[in-house]
């Protein structure tokens, strides 16, 4: 005889179960884009966007050689922005490690430096790729003859912590070695005392002079190899 009790509950579980799943997936759903809304807002109020990086060219350069000492100017150039992911190739544990670096830089040591040397090179290396592919015109200028020259470029992670810094974001800095030797020298003998600092496009720029400050020490006093050194053809 046809039972027809189990086939009601059998409909009736069938019921329950699509009703469940036909629930479920639209409240995750919610959820997820509200916590993808709440940290976009939390970015932005904060104005940290900590899994962007910036590579900047910093240069220091004379506006008026024929005062004693010469007025320099600091000038900041955007080479690229990116994704920390799209520098680390989508590795999560290297994102992990530079995102935890991060937090461990404050206002007197906006370098990042990572425990383990290997770590710290393959960062640093990935960093170095992306940053030699962007002057690539120097070697195909070299390969085919045309005047170039070589010249030592130091670059290193920052994660400025300053109150003066308008947007927190992992920062690539780049100078070549000449200038930062300038930076270094600025107020040391034998060059003159009490030199008052560089004129700034921005006043917010004074930040960038300080670090600057910072990763001359680092390089020269302390050879630290937060700093790697990489060298560049460019054009003659």
């Not at 900047?56 to 007025?71: C, F, G, M, R, W």
């Not at 040591?109 to 002057?135: G, K, T, Y």
């Not at 003859?145 to 810094?165: A, H, I, S, Y």
């Not at 005392?193 to 020490?217: C, F, G, I």
Request: aromatic share 8%.
């Amino acid at each position: 005889m046809f039972d027809w009790r189990e086939l009601l509950e059998s409909a009736s579980q069938m019921v329950r179960d699509h009703l469940l799943k036909a629930l479920i997936v639209p409240l995750l759903a919610t959820l997820a884009g509200a916590w993808t809304w709440w940290v976009a807002r939390r970015q932005m109020r904060r104005r940290a966007f900590m899994r962007r990086v910036n590579a900047s060219l910093n240069l220091v350069e004379p506006i008026d050689a024929t005062q004693n000492p010469p007025t320099h100017r600091l000038k900041l150039r955007t080479i690229f922005e990116m994704n920390i992911e799209d520098i680390l190739l989508g590795n999560n544990a290297a994102v992990r490690l530079v995102l935890d670096a991060a937090k461990q830089t404050d206002v007197d040591h906006p370098f990042m430096s990572f425990e383990n040397p290997d770590d710290q090179w393959l960062i640093l290396n990935a960093v170095l790729n992306e940053l030699s592919e962007r002057f690539a015109a120097g070697l195909i200028a070299h390969a085919s003859g045309l005047p170039t020259r070589r010249q030592t470029f130091l670059f290193g992670l920052t994660c400025e912590k300053n109150g003066g810094v308008r947007i927190q974001k992992i920062r690539i800095m780049l100078i070549s070695e000449p200038m930062l030797q300038l930076v270094h020298d600025w107020n040391r003998p034998p060059g003159p005392p009490n030199r008052p600092e560089p004129v700034y496009d921005s006043p917010n720029h004074s930040v960038r002079w300080l670090t600057l400050q910072a990763m001359a020490k680092l390089h020269f006093e302390q050879q630290s190899k937060s700093i790697m050194r990489m060298e560049l053809i460019v054009p003659a």
